[in-house]
């Protein structure tokens, strides 16, 4: 199992975690998920062909909401690959 899906699996697991954006930076380059951030407070995570855009904001910890809202773009850019 690669690095990449040890590290979903634990976010899974464990939404609360201290998550931080270079992980989630980390797994969306590994899968091919754009992301923008136009020197915000934000990074958006969007992927061709699904419409709902992922915007995380850019404080330690990552709230749970926003680690779900991540897990299910994942699972969507998953399922069209």
Do not use: C
Request: net charge positive.
């Amino acid at each position: 199992m690669a690095v990449h899906e040890k590290t979903l699996e634990k976010m899974r697991r464990n939404p609360q975690g201290d998550w931080t954006m270079d992980e989630l930076l980390s797994i969306s380059r590994r899968l091919g998920i754009e992301v923008r951030n136009s020197d915000g407070s934000h990074h958006v995570f969007s992927y061709p062909g699904i419409d709902e855009d992922v915007s995380v904001p850019y404080r330690r910890p990552i709230k749970p909401l926003y680690i779900k809202r991540f897990l299910a773009l994942v699972d969507a850019v998953k399922e069209v690959k």
